[in-house]
């Protein structure tokens, strides 16, 4: 599956980005999903992790109750809605698929990779 993640940009901190992640073939119901980031000289990092079937929902300390993830299936979209940025956040961020699974939060347990979208907070 292809996937090709938007809605990167600059915001100050504090504010809020919605990143999103399309497919444009299989359906992304099929799979377990995760959203990573990589900042500068630093390896890829587990973000955010959604069940197939959306009943579980797992985030990064560093994220949890600023960020949420959900999908839309009828958009066959994945989404990472991020609030109370912090400079921190700064990175490119990733989504990535797997087959269906339970929670997996390391970079080699998913098969399939999006381009990437940066995102940058400024203090």
């Known amino acids: 599956v292809q996937l090709v993640e938007s809605g990167g940009g600059l915001v100050q901190a504090g504010g809020s980005l919605r990143l999103s992640c399309a497919a444009s073939?299989?359906?992304?119901?099929?799979?377990?999903m995760g959203w990573f980031r990589q900042a500068p000289g630093k390896e890829r990092e587990f973000v955010a992790f959604?069940?197939?079937?959306?009943?579980?929902?797992v985030y990064a300390d560093s994220v949890k109750g600023r960020f949420t993830i959900s999908r839309d299936n009828a958009k066959n979209t994945v989404s990472l809605e991020m609030n109370s940025l912090k400079p921190e956040d700064t990175a490119v961020y990733y989504c990535?698929?797997?087959?269906?699974?339970?929670?997996?939060?390391?970079?080699?347990?998913?098969?399939?990779w999006g381009q990437g979208t940066q995102v940058t907070v400024s203090s």
């Open positions: 990535a698929a797997r087959v269906p699974s339970v929670y997996y939060s390391r970079p080699d347990q998913y098969s399939y």
């Open positions: 073939e299989r359906a992304l119901s099929r799979y377990s």
């Open positions: 959604l069940s197939s079937g959306g009943g579980m929902t």
